[in-house]
């Protein structure tokens, strides 16, 4: 039955997909919303899985990268307590999202609601109104440019410093106030990978191990049709 719904029901982008490539253990699934040329924020709806309209962006900040999200984690105690850990800050909780993040890839990928193979090679702790906000920093598989990198130390600085203007401005109006949104750290590959651990955990935590529960629903389905 499993079997057979892999063929006829497109999987939720967030709780349908596995966090890991197939037998990979370096690689990571990144589900697209959004790619450099969108002017209007895209995000998968929560409860249907559809790519839907968030807002338009109101300013002229494009984000550099392509920018999704990891599916299966979650931004819970774990990753809130990893970030208070490392950033030396009490009491910050995760911002109850998928884990974000950014793919590099030399090629121009204009079309989002898609997903990508990549790998993690360093990230950005982001702190939201007191959430742990953190954007993961990956490279495209296969990519000719960037495939090979394995740390952010290998980014031009450039490129770390426009991903960080952007998560720090994209929601600033001219002349305001900057918002309570700070990024404490720039992090290498290792502790990337241990981010997307304990978001792996926060998920299991928050919803369970996807195989057990999608085989509770076929077994509350099979038991209704005997009824």
């Known amino acids: 039955m499993k079997d057979v719904l892999q063929h006829y029901v497109k999987a939720h982008p967030w709780h349908g997909l596995p966090s890991h490539a197939p037998n990979r253990k370096d690689a990571f699934y990144a589900y697209i919303e959004l790619t450099p040329t969108d002017g209007v924020k895209y995000e998968v709806d929560k409860a249907s899985g559809h790519l839907k ?27 809130g307590a990893y970030c208070s850990k490392r950033a030396q800050r009490e009491g910050i909780a995760g911002d109850g999202d998928p884990i974000d993040i950014c793919v590099l890839t030399e090629k121009p990928i204009e079309k989002s609601d898609i997903l990508v193979v990549c790998h993690p090679i360093g990230g950005l702790r982001l702190i939201d109104k007191g959430q742990a906000d953190d954007k993961i920093v990956a490279v495209l ?13 290998e980014v031009p600085e450039p490129l770390v410093d426009r991903l960080q203007h952007y998560f ?9 106030t900057p918002p309570p949104t700070e990024i404490t750290h720039v992090y290498d590959r290792d502790e990337a990978v241990e981010v997307i651990s304990a978001s792996i955990e926060d998920y299991r935590a928050k919803f369970g191990h996807y195989d057990e529960e999608l085989q509770r629903l076929l077994n509350v389905s099979r038991n209704d049709r005997v009824v």
């Open 141 to 153: 598989e296969g990519d000719l440019t960037y495939g090979a990198w394995k740390s952010v130390r």
């Open 53 to 79: 309209v968030d807002r338009p962006q109101k300013f002229s900040n494009l984000c550099p990268t392509l920018y999704g999200f990891i599916p299966r984690t979650y931004c819970g105690d774990a990753v």
């Open 168 to 176: 720090l401005t994209y929601k600033q109006a001219p002349g305001e």
